[in-house]
C-alpha cells in the first residue's frame, strides 16, 4: 500500500470542502432560471447538480494526485454524487439528488450497525490509523456515529420533503456537515480516556521489545 503523501493542510481542506461550496454558490446563483439542455429544459437545481459533478470530480483528482490516497468514504460518496447526479439528468427529477444524502446516511449506519451486530467496529478499520483508540472506545463511538448517522438520514427525508429547495441546499451545504463536526467532536471530548497516547503507545512496544 502506497504512502500518503502529505500536503498543505488549508489546501486539503479547500479540495475536500470546495466543491459543496461551489454548489451552493451555483445554485444561488442559477436557481431563478430554466437552462436548454440536449433538447430539454432544467431547472436552475438541476444545472447546478450537473456542474458540480466534474467539479467534485477534479477536487478528488487532484487530492489523490497530491497525496497519493482517497478514503472509502470519498471514493463511496463520489460514486453516489456520480450515479445520482446522472439520474437526475437523465430524469430530468431533482428528488434524485436531494434522495442521495438520504442513502448515503443510511448506508453508513445500516454498514456500521451490521458491524456493531458481528461485534466489531468497522468504522476502527478506516479510522484507527488516524485515531488511536481502545476497542471499548471504538465500539462507543461506532453506535453513536451509527445512530447519528440513521438521525441525519431521516432529517434529510424530512428536510426535502417538506421544505423548499433553498433550504434543502443550505442545509445540505451547511446544516449537515456542521451538525455531524459538532457530533464527532463532542463524541471525542466525551471518549478522551479511550484515546491511546503515542508515547504510551511507544513506551508499552519499547517495552515489550526489552523483556
Same mark, same amino acid.
Given at each position: 500500500?502506497?504512502?500518503?503523501?502529505?500536503?498543505?493542510?488549508?489546501?486539503?481542506?479547500?479540495?475536500?470542502?470546495?466543491?459543496?461550496?461551489?454548489? #451552493?454558490?451555483?445554485?444561488?446563483?442559477?436557481?431563478?432560471?430554466?437552462?436548454?439542455?440536449?433538447?430539454?429544459?432544467?431547472? %436552475?437545481? $438541476?444545472?447546478?447538480?450537473l456542474? #458540480?459533478?466534474?467539479?467534485?470530480?477534479?477536487?478528488?483528482?487532484?487530492?489523490?494526485?497530491?497525496?497519493?490516497?482517497?478514503?472509502?468514504?470519498? /471514493?463511496?460518496?463520489? $460514486?453516489?454524487?456520480?450515479? #445520482?447526479?446522472?439520474?437526475?439528468?437523465?430524469?430530468?427529477?431533482?428528488?434524485?439528488?436531494?434522495m442521495?444524502?438520504?442513502?448515503?446516511?443510511?448506508?453508513? !449506519?445500516?454498514?456500521?450497525?451490521?458491524?456493531?451486530?458481528?461485534?466489531?467496529?468497522?468504522?476502527?478499520?478506516?479510522?484507527?490509523?488516524?485515531?488511536?483508540?481502545?476497542?471499548?472506545?471504538? =465500539?462507543?463511538l461506532?453506535?453513536?456515529?451509527?445512530?447519528? #448517522?440513521?438521525?441525519? !438520514?431521516?432529517?434529510?427525508? /424530512?428536510?426535502?420533503?417538506? =421544505?423548499?429547495?433553498?433550504?434543502?441546499?443550505?442545509?445540505?451545504?451547511? %446544516?449537515?456537515?456542521?451538525?455531524? =463536526?459538532?457530533?464527532?467532536?463532542?463524541?471525542?471530548?466525551?471518549?478522551e480516556?479511550?484515546?491511546?497516547?503515542?508515547?504510551?503507545?511507544?513506551?508499552?512496544?519499547?517495552?515489550?521489545? %526489552?523483556?
Amino acid at each position: 500500500m502506497s504512502q500518503e503523501r502529505k500536503i498543505n493542510p488549508l489546501l486539503k481542506q479547500v479540495l475536500e470542502l470546495g466543491p459543496p461550496i461551489v454548489f #451552493f454558490l451555483v445554485y444561488m446563483k442559477m436557481r431563478d432560471n430554466t437552462y436548454a439542455m440536449w433538447g430539454f429544459e432544467y431547472s %436552475g437545481f $438541476i444545472a447546478a447538480t450537473l456542474i #458540480f459533478v466534474p467539479i467534485l470530480l477534479l477536487a478528488m483528482g487532484t487530492l489523490w494526485a497530491l497525496t497519493g490516497k482517497l478514503s472509502r468514504m470519498q /471514493i463511496f460518496t463520489a $460514486i453516489m454524487v456520480i450515479v #445520482f447526479g446522472a439520474l437526475t439528468a437523465w430524469f430530468n427529477d431533482e428528488r434524485f439528488f436531494k434522495m442521495k444524502t438520504t442513502i448515503v446516511y443510511g448506508l453508513f !449506519a445500516l454498514l456500521l450497525g451490521v458491524g456493531l451486530l458481528r461485534r466489531e467496529s468497522w468504522l476502527a478499520y478506516i479510522l484507527s490509523d488516524m485515531i488511536p483508540m481502545t476497542q471499548e472506545g471504538w =465500539m462507543i463511538l461506532t453506535r453513536r456515529l451509527c445512530l447519528g #448517522f440513521a438521525t441525519l !438520514a431521516v432529517a434529510n427525508e /424530512i428536510v426535502w420533503r417538506t =421544505m423548499s429547495t433553498d433550504a434543502w441546499v443550505k442545509i445540505e451545504t451547511f %446544516g449537515f456537515p456542521i451538525a455531524l =463536526m459538532a457530533f464527532l467532536f463532542w463524541q471525542m471530548m466525551g471518549l478522551e480516556e479511550h484515546v491511546i497516547e503515542e508515547d504510551a503507545e511507544k513506551s508499552a512496544e519499547a517495552d515489550s521489545d %526489552g523483556s
